[in-house]
């Protein structure tokens, strides 16, 4: 009995030292003129610091999913871009229109369209997919394609327009000519895909109607500000900010490097 009572006192003067540091630490908040805000942007500095490990998952799923998408984008409108660039078929400027109108898709149309095809009751709901990364890529993927196609024709019919004498000289073919092209264009084509990848990593509204948002298996950094910020944890919405508007500079600031090469190509 004895000793409950020292554990029970023991208890107590633990209590009674931690009531006494926290109200320590809140006048001390309130002499500096510390508000919500401030102690948020403080415990956001804390989780970067800290390398908070939930922290690190959002940021590397965020990453992988629009580098995945990036490189599907990339496979099929790079050479589509400059198939449009080299050919001359019927309906090609309706092509060219409407690859240009799909710049600006609305994310949550796609976002809709990708849940009815990956649906139980859709064409490819056998497959699973729906609430998963790979859902999320293929979103991604139908966003950005249409920017790389546009932007990879306008810079691949610049040069054409330098090149299409010598190459048609040496007889090559439209088969050899793309690859040519794409390859000399490289530099001005690593703008396309930084606009590509910019597209695809602030997406938001797309990979959280085919993502469903669901913790540590899709839940990347645009869908974790949204959730965390209406949840009232803006230490840990304003980390992922931080690293989202770090990664769009460093991605512009890549952009504008490589101007000078793209200047030569008209973007």
Same mark, same amino acid.
């Given at each position: 009995m004895r000793g409950d009572g020292k554990d029970t006192k023991a208890d107590g003067v633990v209590s009674e030292d931690l009531q006494q540091k926290r109200t320590l630490i809140e006048r001390i908040c309130e002499n500096a003129g510390m508000n919500d805000l401030g102690a948020a942007?403080?415990?956001a500095a804390h989780l970067l610091a800290g390398r908070e490990p939930a922290l690190l998952g959002v940021i590397v799923l965020s990453l992988r999913v629009s580098l995945s998408a990036l490189l599907i984008a990339s496979l099929i409108g790079a050479p589509c871009g400059a198939l449009l660039a080299v050919c001359r078929f019927p309906g090609r400027r309706l092509l060219i229109v409407a690859f240009n109108a799909m710049m600006g898709l609305p994310p949550v149309v796609v976002g809709l369209l990708i849940y009815i095809l990956l649906s139980r009751?859709?064409?490819?709901g056998t497959f699973g997919?729906? @609430?998963t990364p790979a859902a999320m890529v293929m979103a991604q993927s139908v966003l950005i394609v249409p920017i790389i196609i546009a932007l990879t024709r306008q810079v691949i019919a610049n040069d054409w327009e330098e090149?299409?004498?010598l190459l048609r000289s040496l007889g090559a073919r439209w088969w050899q000519i793309i690859p040519t092209l794409l390859w000399e264009a490289r530099q001005a084509l690593l703008t396309v895909l930084l606009a590509g990848f910019g597209r695809a990593v602030a997406e938001v509204g797309a990979v959280m109607m085919v993502g469903g948002n669901i913790d540590g298996l899709?839940?990347?950094m645009t869908t974790t500000i949204a959730l965390e910020t209406s949840k009232g944890n803006l230490a840990f919405a304003l980390a992922l900010g931080t690293v989202l508007l770090v990664?769009? @500079?460093l991605v512009n600031a890549l952009a504008y490097l490589s101007r000078p090469h793209s200047a030569q190509h008209g973007i």
């Open positions: 942007f403080i415990q009751a859709g064409p490819l997919l729906l @609430f090149y299409a004498e899709t839940r990347v990664l769009v @500079f």
